[in-house]
């Protein structure tokens, strides 16, 4: 009974560190958020990883977005929305989803497409971010590393992640879209 009761003690206190990490991660992101937020800039539109390991968020107002990543080197700067080109969503080195563009090359899918596998688990899945910048040309944002079930609450979590992200992204290509075909005004 008593290795029953530690047991349980050390699963509790596991499961108390996990959500005050996780707490610490998100208070990290708000502060970050505050301090852009003090710059001038109001996200409208906002995303975060399911472990906090990111947050994507855009201020469609200002057309402007950022990309928060814990532990990341690279500061988290507002960038324009021209600077992303396309994004892709990767299960186990496998394309699955694709928008904009710069992901036409590395797969023999063009566009829009879906491959399906009839594997029961997944190691790894991915979102990855093509942006037209030199310093960092793809961004890889980890949303499954390990062996995970596709019908497990963590796999569906991951899936509804993309789903948000990408939804967000995608508007970021419309408005970018839609900037470039306005006409000119005549002079």
């Not at 009761?5 to 707490?23: D, E, G, T």
């Not at 186990?92 to 491959?115: C, I, Y």
């Not at 596998?117 to 942006?131: F, G, K, W």
């Amino acid at each position: 009974m008593d290795i029953l009761a530690y047991a349980l003690a050390l699963v509790v206190f596991a499961v108390v560190m996990l959500l005050r990490k996780s707490r610490i991660r998100r208070a990290s992101f708000d502060s970050v958020i505050e301090r852009l937020e003090k710059q001038g800039l109001s996200f409208d539109k906002k995303v975060f990883d399911a472990h906090n390991r990111f947050a994507l968020l855009a201020d469609t107002a200002k057309r402007k977005w950022v990309l928060l990543e814990q532990g990341s080197a690279y500061l988290s700067k507002p960038a324009q929305f021209d600077t992303l080109l396309g994004y892709s969503l990767w299960e186990d080195n496998r394309l699955k989803t694709a928008g904009g563009k710069g992901f036409e090359d590395e797969s023999s899918l063009s566009g829009r497409a879906l491959v399906k596998t009839q594997q029961n688990t997944c190691t790894h899945m991915e979102i990855r971010l093509r942006l037209s910048t030199e310093y960092r040309p793809i961004v890889i944002l980890p949303l499954i590393d390990g062996e995970t079930r596709k019908d497990s609450i963590t796999y569906e979590t991951a899936k509804t992640v993309a789903k948000e992200v990408f939804a967000l992204l995608e508007d970021i290509l419309k408005q970018k879209t839609l900037v470039f075909e306005r006409p000119l005004p005549e002079t």
